[in-house]
């Protein structure tokens, strides 16, 4: 995590050195940081968070994570555009 504009907005990058990978707009990173969140106990649930990546890359995206409090479990919702 690069930095934290509140308790519910983060900004995210999601390099990939060893794959190759400089530096991705939007990734699954987010999945991650919500499990993260959610097993160390950092969030009150349920709890949404947004995050953002991509900025760097001039290709900002925002991505919804939403931790259920009622059992462990993740939702990340967002929109895509393919880049070839």
Known sequence: MSGTESETRL?????????GVVEDPSTGAAA??????????LVPLPATITVRQGEDLVRPGDLVV???????E???????????
Do not use: W
């Open 11 to 19: 900004n995210s990058r999601n390099p990939f050195l060893p794959g």
């Open 32 to 41: 991650v940081l919500g499990a993260y969140l959610l097993d160390h106990h």
């Open 66 to 72: 939403h931790i259920r409090a009622d059992r462990d």
């Open 74 to 84: 993740i939702e990340v919702a967002g929109t895509a555009v393919a880049i070839r």
